[in-house]
């Protein structure tokens, strides 16, 4: 079974920088892709961003310009780099990977516990 650990979250003034790390660990896993979610209080879970294995990026247009998620495929982490850091990006942090368990080719979600980051003066 993978486990998905997040570290990093904090309080961190508007304008500000916060870098978020995720570590997924386990046996005989392959990580297909890494991503981050948000969820404020009173909203649902959103898509924050991915990377695959390859280095692909996805993010929302919200964090665009802002946010970027870089993967180390030698040790399972995933980062997140916030800069220009907002109120309205306050939110639980969520990190997620998706793997397969060889020679299974079915994929397979592991979610992290969540890591506060709080935008205010």
């Known amino acids: 079974q993978v486990q998905v650990v997040e570290s990093g979250g904090g309080l961190v003034q508007p304008g500000g920088s916060l870098r978020l790390s995720c570590a997924a660990s386990g046996s005989f896993f392959v990580v297909s892709s890494m991503g981050w979610y948000r969820q404020a209080p009173g909203n649902q879970r959103e898509l924050v961003g991915t990377i695959t294995q390859s280095g692909t990026t996805n993010y929302a247009d919200s964090v665009k310009g802002r946010f970027t998620i870089s993967l180390d495929n030698a040790r399972n982490t995933v980062y997140l780099q916030m800069n220009s850091l907002k109120p309205e990006d306050t939110a639980v942090y969520y990190c997620?990977?998706?793997?397969?368990?060889?020679?299974?080719?079915?994929?397979?979600?592991?979610w992290g516990q969540g890591t506060q980051v709080t935008v205010s003066s």
């Open positions: 997620n990977a998706a793997y397969i368990v060889p020679p299974s080719p079915r994929l397979v979600g592991a």
